[in-house]
């Protein structure tokens, strides 16, 4: 990674380093919202809030990739989060999580070739009562079957191909 | 009638949006409300009489139902909708609860603070700033209560509230711990989902009686809906002159924040979440000094978790010698525990502590689905333990839970049938502790991975003799040298599946079976010659070639190249490919 | 100030300090790895765990702050057992490979990764001196050692291993012929005096070791010159006598006293002698050729292997005639059918009974062998010798085929049912195994295979006679094996002479399996040629063979070594702490954590794999040097150290101030060498 690597447009940023200017504790807060602007955090991106925020590149580094919400790569456009949280391990998370890795082609934290799905397995979305559960984008999917997994995934395949 | 549809996130992953539309496309005024606790019946339509009470509960409401539900409602009159009313076996499930947590979830609208109030919301802490109750007095009836740290440890919560109130150093912070993160457990997001104010209402009165004029409240970034409505809250009450600088014209300010967590286990440890909240890596610290003496920014803080709170304004109304009326010797009051997994009916519970296991699960859940046989009970998530049947007989109860090697954690209640093998339990717990831990202390980084490969093994048929030996001299020391709770606990799903069922390790390392038949590697696959007619549908699919015979006659597996995918037995239409 | 108990001293400790600080104030070392009292306490090794007298949970002495009346216990049993679960954790992660397997495969352990880096840079003198750490004779070694270091050397995975064993010779011969041997260190006189039976590599290696540490050394052997096998079993073409004589002068020189021609049993008893010194070390050796039990073997011209060229080295002039076998197939077989050649034999056999595969000679000597017109003969084995007159006629052959693998898993020769042939011969060499000669050795007990029998300790039945070498326990073997007990056994006797008690220094290491694919990326550079003389010409005389290295290309070929073994390995706190807790490396390990080397910040090389995630160079960068160059990246078990970004300007950022290379408790930061200094 350098920080040359990505050409992010950190004019937008600027107005999230200046509402946290003041606060010394917000370096998550500040990734969170770099986040929401960018879609994941590019490296110069994470360059210009450590320079700004007067800390080094490895402490902000290290925080973002002590989280699982952070991404250092960009995530596909959309972005399924399976729930493998206990109730959902034991009403079959694994064979959810099987039948989408054999719909997409893809597993855990990567994105299709196609940059529409990027499948990241999530240790609970407190969605118990109707495991198994995934999330895409902001929809929670639950009592799935592996049947019924593939068939949303297609559906948003099929939508995304009429646009 | 008045239409309020079910609005928490279970509500809505079940379809309660699109429920609320159509009734609203049909003409109805639609108001909402929180988590009604039943999850498994969503979603869910209340209808309220002119009177104010409840009319009739629809469950499992479709689209398709809303234009004879408002036609119903213009009408008054449901016996239309008897398919949709919910039941009387269903109704019990809340009947037999004591809701005091839970009080207004399902029942007022979360985003208004004016239903909160209908319901005596904000009268406890009028109460103490009204009548000049000092600090010390509402730790005093907090201490009467007897109320404990919900979040799973079960500490006393005057003891530190106490502590912070009586710690020098001009500023302090409050905190609330709503990191939610134990998979399998969300009643903390239903609280702040279903009832905001509540939890509003007991972090000031906790900020009143330590002293404290900052609060924060830290929820996982997982829980956007929770958010949304506490930022709604927080505004309500701030316009309300609730939060704020001098509430109610007291004297007393106190500001409320949301930090959102960035998705780490280890955040609910208190001084991990402590450095979380100062936006560092959530890597737990050295305890001394605690909290209470150097806690966020170094200053004295204190943290309790949701649930916690939301019995603050309770207590404080009704008396600390009413919560303390229910319960136990050593756990007094209620407790809310979110009842998942091979259970009929799942959802939020809350009853009071003294009730046993059997009664949750059998009582109030209703057993176990589609008529299979009890096994356990997962309490405590990553950091409890699996109870087996022989112990449903336990009381709810801080101490008797510990006593089993499982523990009252958060709340989480993952019932689990035959089908579960307790082994995979094990190793997906530790899956989840070696993934989550900081990766600070030796013991827990390394220790944890060691724990996972090992069951790893086991569950893959290459299991050795005295790997369960190893498995618990591991526990024990991990136990004894891990830094902070989430390692000294991580043992505990391993210990307690080794302590109630020994029998299962050792058909796994000796018989290289799976008596559950969870464990894919152990499985072998035969095919029945009688039932095979030779269509060659599984050797087509068999993606290891594993499958030999010719067209119109039996086919055979061959194990040693079988790598027990399950494909065959997909492909079979005759049933001819059985899995032992 | 407070008063607490540690260890059942009381300590006085300054009030606010860790139970760690005050501990090492009283003396008391409680060991930890994550510490340094210029920062603050941060608990992560588990390794200074202690237990506290009505504390239910284990402390962490470095993060715990000292209370008045406190009672510690730092090495009670569940501190121990925590503090070496929490060894075991890390080292069974810690992908240290401490020592290169030249090092570790040496029976001696003879530092030969530190010596052909010394000969890389030119520093003969000091390579010299880093052999002589181990044993005296790195010439006559180098010359004759079937080199267990070099076909352990991981340079095999590239093309060929390190010509280690040569580039000893050529070290050694260099700095003997330029006279600028390093004078070794001596401890003062002890006063105590130690008699050694044997002048062989074993006796002339405990008699170096002793007299360095002081006592004064006596070596009796029975024959007129010392060097034991090394000049009575090793022929002259392969190590010249002079150069084993000047090294047995330079053991002299040290102080060792020598007497020769002195025979236990004919000269003095070995209890006499014991009455005469502080302590004995047996170190004879295994002089008796094996006999094959086969009808014929007492007849004229039939020798022993050893026998055969002791006598060659004493000036006799065995009458060998036309025709020669040498049966076996080890490297004394290969002396004496190279040794008949030079005799002016003119048929020359090897007859072994299995295959060529499976000769335990070296390959290089069968080859030379050939070279020179020995003939071998596989598959067969002697039944008998026919003798003619009382001297050898020939031999009856028995025809072999290889069967079953016997324990080791070499296969096992079996006779072909009536399948034998005759064979015309002059002379029959017996080179099949050797034993000890015991007479004079009466008063010691003897292992069932006839080797004189001790302890762990290398002590006798006899108080203060000790034994090593052929002679001792496991039989013979190779020079280097018998050179490596002999050390031990100085070591015992040091301690024995001390009134301490021996212990074997545990070897403790962390090891890696390493494949052809770990080093795909290397350049192939071929391995040095030792340059021989024509075997015409060499097969007449008994002049050296090998010509030796020249300056250049010894430096080139030590060039070519891999380094494999970890530089802080001395230094390295984590295994002293693995020695010191008796820590099972192995037991706990299993996948390891991200590892990868890295030169991001140019003049320090970073070793992920070595790390242990103390995290104290990140807290030193960012506490002390103010710089936070150095962070932690990742969580869980995967986290490790990174200097984020390959951002050009890190370097000048980081400005190698060191701190972090200082405070690494193990090896994974090393200051590279071009910024020494």
């Known amino acids: ?163 | 009638m008045r239409v309020v549809v079910g609005e928490g996130s279970c509500g809505i992953a079940a379809g309660a949006l699109a429920v609320h539309r159509a009734l609203e496309e049909n003409g109805c005024e639609v108001g909402i409300t929180g988590c009604i606790g039943m999850c498994y019946l969503e979603p869910i339509v209340d209808l309220y009489g002119d009177d104010g009470a409840l009319a009739a509960r629809l469950v499992k409401v479709g689209e398709a139902d809303a234009p004879r539900i408002a036609q119903a409602a213009k009408s008054g009159d449901v016996t239309g909708l008897g398919d949709l009313l919910i039941t009387g076996e269903d109704r019990s499930f809340l009947e037999k609860q004591t809701r005091i947590a839970l009080r207004n979830c399902g029942i007022i609208d979360p985003e208004s603070i004016e239903s909160y109030r209908s319901a005596g919301g904000y009268e406890a802490i009028s109460k103490i700033l009204r009548e000049g109750m000092t600090g010390e007095d509402v730790i005093g009836e907090i201490r009467t209560s007897g109320l404990a740290g919900r979040g799973g440890a079960g500490f006393p919560t005057w003891f530190k509230w106490n502590a912070a109130r009586n710690s020098k150093g001009g500023e302090k912070f409050l905190v609330c711990n709503a990191d939610e993160g134990d998979p399998g457990a969300f009643m903390d997001r239903a609280v702040i989902e279903s009832d905001p104010h509540s939890l509003i209402e007991g972090m000031l009165i906790a900020a009143y009686a330590i002293g404290a004029e900052k609060a924060f409240v830290y929820v996982r970034a997982e829980y956007p809906l929770a958010i949304v409505r506490l930022e709604k809250a927080i505004a309500q009450a701030e316009k309300a002159n609730l939060l704020g600088a001098d509430i109610l014209g007291s004297g007393f300010s106190c500001s409320l924040r949301i930090k959102a967590g960035a998705g780490a286990f280890v955040c609910g440890e208190e001084t991990a979440l402590i450095e979380s909240l100062e936006g560092n890596r959530g890597m737990p610290r050295l305890k001394p000094p605690f909290p209470a003496e150097k806690g966020f920014d170094g200053k004295p803080s204190n943290i309790n978790n949701v649930e916690t709170f939301a019995n603050v304004a309770w207590i404080i109304r009704n008396g600390g010698a009413a919560f303390a009326a229910m319960g136990t010797e050593t756990s007094k009051g209620t407790k809310v525990f979110a009842l998942t997994g091979k259970i009929r009916r799942g959802g939020l519970v809350e009853i009071p502590m003294g009730l046993t296991l059997r009664d949750v699960i059998f009582d109030i859940g209703g057993g176990i689905r589609d008529g299979k046989k009890f096994k356990a009970v997962q309490m405590g998530g990553p950091s409890g333990g699996c109870i087996p049947e022989s112990l449903l007989d336990t009381l709810i109860d801080y101490k008797a839970l510990g006593a089993t090697g499982a523990i009252m954690g958060s709340g989480g209640m993952v019932v689990m049938d035959e089908s579960t093998c307790m082994v995979n339990m094990a190793r997906f717990f530790l899956d989840f502790t070696a993934k989550e831990s900081c990766g600070k202390c030796v013991h827990c980084r390394i220790g944890t991975k060691r724990l996972h490969e090992t069951l790893v093994r086991i569950t893959e048929g290459k299991g050795r003799e005295g790997d369960v030996e190893l498995l618990e001299e591991l526990c024990r020391g991990i136990k004894d040298g891990a830094l902070c709770g989430l390692g000294q606990t991580a043992p505990n799903p391993v210990l307690t599946t080794i302590r109630y069922f020994r029998d299962e390790y050792d058909a796994h390392i000796r018989a290289k079976r799976c008596p559950a038949g969870e464990c894919a590697a152990l499985r072998t696959y035969s095919i029945d010659s009688g039932k095979c007619v030779g269509c060659t549908a599984c050797a087509k699919k068999c993606p290891a070639g594993a499958i030999a015979g010719d067209l119109k006659k039996p086919h055979v597996i061959d194990e040693s190249k079988c790598v027990k995918c399950g494909e065959c037995v997909k492909a079979c239409r005759f049933g001819a490919v059985s899995v032992k | 100030m407070v008063t607490l108990t540690i260890d059942d001293v009381k300590v006085e400790a300054e009030e606010g300090s860790s139970i760690l600080a005050a501990a090492a104030k009283a003396g008391i070392e409680i060991p930890n790895l994550c510490h340094l009292k210029e920062l603050a306490p941060y608990g992560a090794c588990g390794v200074c765990v202690v237990e506290a007298e009505g504390v239910p949970k284990l402390l962490r002495a470095c993060a715990t702050k000292v209370a008045e009346g406190m009672v510690i216990k730092t090495a009670s049993e569940r501190a121990l057992k925590a503090r070496k679960l929490a060894m075991e954790l890390m080292m069974g992660d810690h992908d240290g490979d401490c020592l290169g397997p030249c090092k570790l495969k040496c029976p001696a352990h003879t530092d030969c990764q530190k010596y052909v880096k010394e000969i890389a840079e030119g520093r003969y003198a000091d390579a010299v001196a880093t052999i002589k750490e181990v044993f005296p004779l790195p010439a006559s070694i180098g010359r004759v050692c079937p080199h267990p270091c070099e076909n352990a050397c991981r340079r095999r995975l590239v093309e060929a291993p390190i010509s280690i064993a040569h580039l000893k010779a050529f070290a050694a011969d260099k700095v003997r012929a330029d006279g600028n041997v390093k004078p070794a260190a001596h401890a003062p006189p002890t006063g105590r005096k130690v008699g050694i039976v044997g002048g062989g590599p074993a006796g002339l290696s405990a008699a170096y070791r002793l007299s360095l540490l002081g006592h004064e050394v006596t070596v009796f052997d029975q024959m007129p010159e010392m060097g034991g096998m090394l000049r009575y079993g090793i022929p002259e073409y392969r190590l010249p006598k002079a150069v084993l004589k000047a090294e047995t002068d330079a053991i002299a020189a040290e102080g060792v006293k020598f007497v020769n021609n002195f025979k236990i049993g004919r000269d003095a008893t070995l209890e006499k002698l014991r009455g005469e010194f502080d302590a004995v070390i047996v170190a004879n050796g295994a002089w008796r050729s094996v006999p094959m039990r086969i009808p014929g073997e007492d007849l004229k011209g039939v020798w022993g292997g050893i026998d055969f060229l002791r006598a060659v080295v004493n000036g006799e002039k065995p009458g060998l005639g036309r025709r020669v076998a040498v049966v076996g197939g080890g490297n004394t077989a290969m002396d004496a059918c190279r040794t008949a050649v030079r005799l002016g034999a003119e048929e020359v056999y090897v007859l072994y009974r299995r295959t060529r595969d499976e000769m335990p000679a070296e390959k290089i000597e069968i080859a030379e062998a050939e070279e020179e017109g020995v003939k071998f003969r596989f598959l067969c084995s002697p039944a008998g010798i026919a003798g003619d007159d009382g001297r050898v006629s020939g031999v009856e052959l028995q025809m072999m085929e290889l069967g079953e693998p016997d324990a080791r898993g070499r296969r096992r020769p079996v006779p072909l049912e009536g399948k034998t042939e005759m064979m015309r011969l002059d002379t029959v060499i017996i080179a099949v195994g050797q034993q000890n000669d015991n007479d004079g050795f009466e008063m010691l007990a003897k292992t069932g295979r006839g080797t004189i029998a001790a302890g762990e300790d290398f002590a006798t039945a006899a108080d203060g006679v000790f034994v090593c070498g052929d002679a001792a326990g496991r039989g013979a073997g190779i020079a280097i094996e018998a050179i490596a007990e002999a050390n031990e056994a100085a070591k015992a006797v040091d301690a024995y002479l001390k009134g301490g008690k021996y212990e074997p220094a545990p070897c403790v290491v962390s090891e890696r399996e390493v494949t052809r694919d770990d080093f795909a990326d290397r350049e192939k550079i071929e391995r040095c040629r030792m340059p021989v003389r024509p075997a015409e010409e060499r097969r007449r005389d008994f002049k050296e063979v090998n010509l030796g290295l020249d300056e250049e290309s010894a430096r080139k070929e030590a060039a070519r070594c891999l380094e494999c073994g970890c530089h802080d390995y001395a230094d390295c706190r984590l295994i002293r702490y693995a020695k010191k807790l008796d820590t099972d490396c192995g037991r706990l390990r299993g996948e390891f954590h991200p590892g990868f080397v890295e030169t991001k910040l140019v003049h320090i090389e970073r070793n992920q794999r070595k790390c242990i995630t103390c995290n104290l160079c990140v807290r030193v960068c960012e506490e002390k040097a103010r710089k936070g160059v150095l962070g932690l990246v990742g969580r869980g078990f995967t986290t490790v150290v990174k200097p984020e970004f390959d951002d050009p300007s890190i370097p000048d950022f980081c400005r190698s101030c060191r701190l972090c290379v200082d405070a690494c408790p193990t090896g994974a930061l090393r200051l590279l060498s071009s910024s020494n200094g």
């Not at chain 1, 110069?44 to 490895?58: F, H, M, T």
């Not at chain 1, 290290?62 to 493998?84: D, E, H, M």
């Open chain 1, 1 to 163: 990674m350098c920080k040359n690597c990505s050409k992010s447009d950190l004019a937008l940023l600027d107005p999230v380093l200046e509402e946290f200017a003041g606060d010394n504790h917000a370096l998550v807060a500040i990734l969170q919202r770099a986040q929401e602007i960018y879609g994941h955090l590019p490296c110069d991106v994470i360059y210009r809030i450590a320079e700004k925020r007067g800390l080094s590149p490895a402490k902000v580094m290290g925080v973002a990739t002590f989280y699982s919400q952070f991404r250092l790569k960009p995530v596909g456009k959309n972005l399924i989060l399976l729930c493998k949280g206990t109730a959902c391990h034991v009403n079959g998370a694994d064979s959810i999580a099987k039948a989408l890795k054999d719909e997409l082609g893809i597993s855990d934290g990567e994105t299709t070739a196609d940059g529409l799905f990027t499948l990241n397995e999530v240790a609970c979305l407190g969605c118990c009562s109707l495991s198994p559960v995934m999330m895409i984008n902001e929809t929670t999917y639950g009592s799935l079957t592996p049947e019924k997994a593939k068939e949303i995934v297609r559906s948003i395949k099929a939508e995304g191909e009429r646009q």
